[in-house]
């Protein structure tokens, strides 16, 4: 059965932000609709570190799904315990899981080792990508990135044709500048709140989902020369009747 | 202003921290009494405690340590130019080449550092930290060892962890026989090869058996010649450690420029 390509795009949360709370990396492991899904973390924005790697294989332990990890700075030490060649480990994966840190060094590095190809093709394959922060700036075609200081615009992989800013309700100095750059001529796009995630099914917005009650995805975009921000409900994953449906 | 390049094949304080003979011949280079040096883990992306060793071996030796992380560029308080044009010596740590390039050049700090070079700050590094600066270098950064090209900032090429890393050699030797790579040189770990402008002048050594090898293409075949270096008298281990006090001199004063 073709499997449709799917993102969710976290503004923030999941094991490396929200601690305790593990609600929406329930989430992508249940989207992928298998049982024991394969999973492969991608630390390549925070420099491959370790104590990150620890920590995804701590939050996605064995028991509930198939871990690894692709480390881009190690590859002569297997990149991960992974074989030689990374394209077809994570083109076997159910779920590809990226981390955060610098979107720019993120891009970079993938480019250098021909991984925006790899990922590209494992999204048309139906392998569901997902991520927070820098995890999920470089699905897109544009983005707003204050990582390297003062937020500004970069070109992502492009597979999702907007724009998108994370940490929306967290950093009012990113958000500002991202109304700034769209109402100037940046494509429209999708924000999201920390905790809250966006779940796109091919490049619809399918629904957005949040780990708490409060977090929401927005619709940014320009109509008659005025910025328009409409917020988006989130499904609050973590109230009871959503509990009892994922039971 | 001499340029100066010190590769080394191996060593130093991410490798070798008990001996720090290379690196305090690395600040002897400099003009400056107390030189600034700047630490480049990119090729390892930025870890920790890459970062912690190079705190551990610098800050209380005579010198005015910084590290800068491109995966932490947020923490800058000074344009990365300004950064790089005021140090004395830019260490490059080891690891990923191939990631190390991609990263400079997205950040254009492969364009500084030869600015830096031109203006006689020393360029220092280890494996991919040392061929980086060559025309062409044997990279593990794919896993298996393969010829990759370099800045080209010095002619020919490097190979490194000769001994260390024996699957690197053959390549090399392979690739400057069939005319993929320029000649070069062939590095143990524990030697450093020092360039004044694009010609070696010297060949130091932490370990006393250490060799390097300089490889050049003969019909179609490589000739081998060996270059020995100069051991580096174990002096550094009789190394004095700053007085605490000036260590929290320094701490206060510098504080802030040390923090980038």
Same mark, same amino acid.
């Given at each position: 059965?073709?499997?449709?390509?799917?993102?969710?795009?976290?503004? *923030?949360?999941?094991?490396?932000?929200?601690?305790?709370?593990?609600?929406?990396?329930?989430?992508?492991?249940?989207?992928?609709?298998?049982?024991?899904?394969?999973?492969?973390?991608?630390?390549?924005?925070?420099?491959?570190?370790?104590? %990150?790697?620890?920590?995804?294989?701590?939050?996605?332990?064995?028991?509930?799904?198939?871990?690894?990890?692709?480390?881009?700075?190690?590859?002569?030490?297997?990149?991960?315990?992974?074989?030689?060649? =990374?394209?077809?480990?994570?083109?076997?994966?159910?779920?590809?899981?990226?981390?955060?840190?610098?979107?720019?060094?993120?891009?970079?590095?993938?480019?250098?080792?021909?991984?925006?190809?790899?990922?590209?093709?494992?999204?048309?394959?139906?392998?569901?990508?997902?991520?927070?922060?820098?995890?999920?700036?470089?699905?897109?075609?544009?983005?707003?990135?204050?990582?390297?200081?003062? =937020?500004?615009?970069?070109?992502?992989?492009?597979?999702?044709? %907007?724009?998108?800013?994370?940490?929306?309700?967290?950093?009012?100095?990113?958000?500002?500048? %991202?109304?700034?750059?769209?109402?100037?001529?940046? &494509? *429209?796009?999708?924000?999201?709140?920390?905790?809250?995630?966006?779940?796109?099914?091919?490049?619809?917005?399918?629904?957005?989902?949040?780990?708490?009650?409060?977090?929401?995805?927005?619709?940014?975009?320009?109509?008659?020369?005025?910025?328009?921000?409409?917020?988006?409900?989130?499904?609050?994953?973590?109230?009871?009747?959503?509990?009892?449906?994922?039971? | 202003?001499? &340029?100066?390049?010190?590769?080394?094949?191996?060593?130093?304080?991410?490798?070798?921290?008990?001996?720090?003979?290379?690196?305090?011949?690395?600040?002897?280079?400099?003009?400056?009494?107390?030189?600034?040096?700047?630490?480049?883990?990119?090729?390892?992306?930025?870890?920790?405690?890459?970062?912690?060793?190079?705190?551990?071996?610098?800050?209380?030796?005579?010198?005015?340590?910084?590290?800068?992380?491109?995966?932490?560029?947020?923490?800058?308080?000074?344009?990365?130019?300004?950064?790089?044009?005021?140090?004395?010596?830019?260490?490059?740590?080891?690891?990923?080449?191939?990631?190390?390039?991609?990263?400079?050049?997205?950040?254009?700090?492969?364009?500084?550092?030869?600015?830096?070079?031109?203006?006689?700050?020393?360029?220092?590094?280890?494996?991919?930290?040392?061929?980086?600066?060559?025309?062409? *270098?044997?990279?593990?950064?794919?896993?298996?060892?393969?010829?990759?090209?370099?800045?080209?900032?010095?002619?020919?090429?490097?190979?490194?962890?000769?001994?260390?890393?024996?699957?690197?050699?053959?390549?090399?030797? &392979?690739?400057?026989?069939?005319?993929?790579?320029?000649?070069?040189?062939?590095?143990?770990?524990?030697?450093?090869?020092?360039?004044?402008?694009?010609?070696?002048?010297?060949?130091?050594?932490?370990?006393?058996?250490?060799?390097?090898?300089?490889?050049?293409?003969?019909?179609? *075949?490589?000739?081998?010649?060996?270059?020995?270096?100069?051991?580096?008298?174990?002096?550094?281990?009789?190394?004095?450690?700053? =007085?605490?006090?000036?260590?929290?001199?320094?701490?206060?004063?510098?504080?802030?420029?040390?923090?980038?």
């Amino acid at each position: 059965m073709a499997r449709p390509p799917q993102i969710v795009a976290f503004g *923030g949360g999941g094991f490396s932000m929200e601690s305790g709370n593990p609600l929406l990396d329930d989430y992508v492991l249940a989207v992928t609709g298998v049982e024991r899904p394969r999973v492969c973390f991608v630390p390549t924005a925070s420099g491959d570190a370790d104590h %990150y790697v620890v920590r995804f294989y701590r939050a996605f332990a064995p028991g509930r799904c198939d871990p690894s990890h692709l480390s881009l700075f190690r590859r002569d030490r297997g990149g991960g315990g992974l074989g030689a060649d =990374p394209a077809e480990h994570l083109l076997a994966q159910d779920l590809i899981y990226v981390g955060g840190g610098s979107v720019v060094s993120l891009l970079g590095t993938w480019r250098a080792h021909g991984l925006h190809e790899v990922l590209a093709e494992a999204w048309r394959r139906g392998v569901v990508l997902c991520g927070l922060s820098a995890g999920s700036l470089c699905w897109f075609a544009e983005a707003v990135t204050a990582f390297h200081g003062p =937020p500004r615009r970069i070109d992502g992989l492009g597979l999702l044709p %907007y724009s998108n800013c994370v940490h929306y309700d967290g950093d009012p100095a990113r958000r500002d500048e %991202y109304r700034h750059f769209v109402t100037g001529g940046m &494509r *429209g796009g999708f924000a999201a709140d920390d905790a809250a995630a966006l779940h796109f099914v091919g490049t619809d917005l399918h629904r957005v989902v949040a780990s708490r009650p409060g977090p929401r995805g927005w619709r940014v975009g320009v109509h008659a020369g005025e910025l328009v921000e409409e917020p988006l409900d989130a499904l609050d994953l973590a109230a009871p009747a959503v509990a009892l449906a994922a039971a | 202003m001499p &340029r100066t390049i010190v590769a080394m094949g191996g060593g130093g304080f991410t490798m070798e921290p008990d001996t720090p003979a290379l690196d305090d011949f690395v600040l002897t280079l400099a003009e400056r009494r107390e030189p600034r040096i700047l630490f480049l883990p990119t090729a390892s992306g930025d870890p920790r405690e890459q970062i912690a060793r190079f705190h551990a071996t610098f800050d209380d030796r005579p010198c005015e340590p910084s590290v800068l992380s491109v995966f932490r560029l947020t923490d800058l308080r000074r344009p990365l130019r300004e950064i790089v044009l005021s140090q004395d010596i830019v260490y490059v740590g080891g690891g990923s080449m191939r990631n190390l390039l991609a990263l400079w050049r997205l950040h254009q700090l492969d364009a500084m550092l030869v600015e830096a070079w031109a203006r006689g700050i020393v360029l220092a590094g280890l494996s991919a930290g040392a061929m980086c600066w060559f025309e062409g *270098g044997v990279t593990t950064s794919f896993g298996p060892p393969e010829p990759t090209t370099g800045l080209g900032l010095l002619p020919g090429s490097l190979s490194v962890h000769a001994d260390g890393e024996p699957a690197r050699r053959p390549v090399f030797l &392979r690739a400057v026989a069939d005319g993929t790579l320029p000649a070069g040189y062939l590095v143990n770990d524990g030697v450093g090869l020092v360039f004044r402008d694009t010609a070696l002048r010297q060949a130091v050594s932490s370990r006393p058996q250490a060799r390097a090898l300089r490889v050049e293409r003969v019909d179609g *075949g490589v000739v081998e010649t060996p270059v020995l270096p100069q051991y580096l008298p174990c002096a550094a281990r009789e190394h004095r450690p700053t =007085p605490f006090d000036i260590l929290e001199f320094r701490r206060a004063h510098l504080g802030a420029s040390r923090r980038e």
